[in-house]
């Protein structure tokens, strides 16, 4: 965790529970979780980079990267490795920098390489095999909440987030 510089996330089970909902005039929704949103948000505020990459395209991913301030939003991708080596060339980063966390075989490619590879409460079993941490919450209810707090804390980064609220 001392060494990660960017944290890649898919999006259907991890930032969102896997449900797709899509009214009768064929709109998609999703729902995201508040918690995971402060997550990346202190990510961003300690200088870390997050990403996504997800295999579906969903304008409802776009708008709330956009909100969060992700940059770099790779969708529609089944080949997720790269995308990957993408946002590795674009940042001048090395595996070991990389934070990836998923939930399903589409994600192992890229959780084989990471320094970091961590997998969702409700992720699929071979995938927490391959994942070096797993979290406690499940996609959608703060998992990625819980794993920048993590990494803010194994950096010693936490106490920087904290002051914004009067830590004593």
Request: hydrophobic content about 40%.
């Amino acid at each position: 965790m001392k060494n990660i510089k960017i944290v890649i996330i898919d999006v259907d089970g991890v930032l969102t529970d896997g449900a797709i909902y899509i009214d009768s005039s064929g709109y998609e929704t999703k729902a995201f979780h508040v918690l995971d949103g402060t997550g990346i948000s202190y990510l961003h505020r300690a200088g870390i980079k997050t990403a996504i990459i997800s295999g579906r395209n969903s304008a409802a991913v776009n708008h709330r990267a956009k909100e969060l301030g992700i940059e770099d939003v790779y969708q529609g991708t089944k080949n997720k490795i790269d995308a990957y080596k993408k946002i590795l060339e674009k940042h001048a980063l090395r595996d070991e920098e990389v934070c990836y966390i998923g939930d399903d075989l589409i994600d192992l490619p890229i959780l084989y390489r990471v320094g970091l590879p961590i997998a969702v409460a409700n992720a699929s079993p071979i995938v927490k095999q391959h994942a070096l941490y797993v979290t406690k919450t499940k996609g959608g209810s703060g998992a990625v909440r819980e794993v920048a707090e993590k990494i803010l804390k194994f950096q010693e980064k936490w106490d920087f987030i904290m002051e914004r609220y009067g830590k004593p």
